[in-house]
């Protein structure tokens, strides 16, 4: 199936599968003012004269804190980035799966809305299609988004590698148990056939293949994205650990 200039195909997914485009009826010239990705890894200041001194991580990093009620700006954008790598990776591997195709992700394509609510609101300003293969998924997420994000998030917050491609892997899982189940309710076999295939090769990818345990579509980490960390948070489905650890700030950090 050809991408057409909506994705349309990916709205009866919704959440986080679901990806705007120039075309989308939410369109509108206030967007183009937003930074792209590419800026945020950057470090390009915001684009509001309120935000100014301030790039769009710092102020997605202290929007998750102030929704979160978490003091720990190292947390907060721990939690940021899983966000974010589980909207790249559903809109990729939907795509990938439904559409057989891949559109351009590339970091200057996409705009961002740093102060939305989750999932991350991206807008992509030009549906330019790409193979839907598993090398092309890597060189778009994982290299072109993950590794910068992280980069920067590292270097601002002291977030651990390990950490950030923990969550990126469990954000992978995430899409792909999701993806899978709406496949598979609606009779799209051959969606979750190719989503399985797809997340197989991934987790096989040297920066994937050790952040955890797949068995089917669960998946279990083998770090802690510090979510028990959050006031009144817990660990996650996926955790490496079955109770919050009663341990030093810096513990499970990856």
């Given at each position: 199936?050809?991408?057409?200039p909506d994705?349309?195909?990916l709205?009866?997914?919704?959440?986080f599968?679901?990806l705007r485009t120039?075309t989308?009826?939410?369109?509108?010239?206030?967007?183009?003012?937003?930074?792209?990705?590419?800026?945020a890894?950057a470090?390009?200041?915001?684009a509001t004269?309120s935000?100014?001194?301030?790039t769009?991580?710092?102020?997605?990093?202290?929007?998750v804190?102030?929704r979160?009620?978490?003091?720990?700006?190292?947390?907060?954008?721990?939690?940021g980035?899983?966000?974010?790598?589980?909207?790249?990776?559903?809109v990729a591997l939907?795509?990938?799966a439904?559409?057989?195709?891949?559109?351009?992700?590339?970091?200057?394509?996409?705009?961002w809305?740093?102060?939305?609510?989750?999932p991350?609101?991206?807008?992509?300003?030009?549906?330019?299609?790409?193979?839907?293969?598993?090398?092309t998924?890597?060189?778009?997420?994982?290299?072109?988004?993950?590794?910068?994000?992280?980069?920067?998030?590292?270097?601002?917050?002291?977030?651990?590698?390990?950490?950030?491609?923990?969550n990126a892997g469990?954000a992978?899982a995430g899409a792909?148990r999701?993806?899978?189940?709406?496949?598979r309710?609606?009779?799209?076999?051959e969606?979750?056939?190719r989503?399985r295939?797809?997340?197989?090769?991934?987790?096989?990818?040297?920066l994937?293949?050790?952040?955890?345990t797949?068995?089917?579509?669960?998946?279990?980490?083998?770090s802690?994205?510090?979510?028990?960390?959050?006031?009144?948070?817990?660990?996650?489905?996926?955790?490496c650990?079955?109770?919050?650890?009663?341990?030093s700030p810096?513990a499970?950090?990856?």
């Amino acid at each position: 199936m050809d991408l057409d200039p909506d994705l349309a195909a990916l709205r009866p997914l919704g959440g986080f599968f679901v990806l705007r485009t120039t075309t989308g009826a939410t369109a509108a010239p206030a967007r183009a003012a937003l930074p792209t990705l590419a800026e945020a890894y950057a470090g390009t200041y915001a684009a509001t004269p309120s935000d100014l001194h301030r790039t769009a991580l710092t102020v997605r990093v202290a929007t998750v804190g102030e929704r979160l009620r978490a003091p720990e700006p190292r947390v907060c954008a721990s939690i940021g980035q899983q966000g974010l790598a589980a909207r790249l990776w559903s809109v990729a591997l939907a795509c990938a799966a439904v559409y057989g195709r891949l559109p351009d992700l590339d970091a200057r394509l996409l705009r961002w809305d740093a102060t939305a609510s989750a999932p991350e609101d991206l807008w992509l300003t030009e549906v330019r299609p790409l193979a839907g293969d598993a090398a092309t998924l890597a060189d778009t997420v994982l290299h072109g988004h993950l590794e910068p994000l992280g980069e920067a998030l590292r270097a601002r917050y002291g977030v651990a590698s390990g950490l950030l491609w923990g969550n990126a892997g469990s954000a992978l899982a995430g899409a792909a148990r999701e993806l899978d189940r709406w496949a598979r309710a609606n009779g799209r076999t051959e969606a979750a056939d190719r989503a399985r295939a797809l997340t197989d090769a991934l987790f096989a990818h040297p920066l994937l293949r050790t952040t955890g345990t797949r068995t089917g579509t669960a998946f279990r980490r083998r770090s802690c994205c510090l979510y028990y960390r959050v006031p009144g948070g817990g660990v996650c489905g996926d955790c490496c650990f079955t109770r919050p650890p009663r341990s030093s700030p810096g513990a499970a950090s990856g």
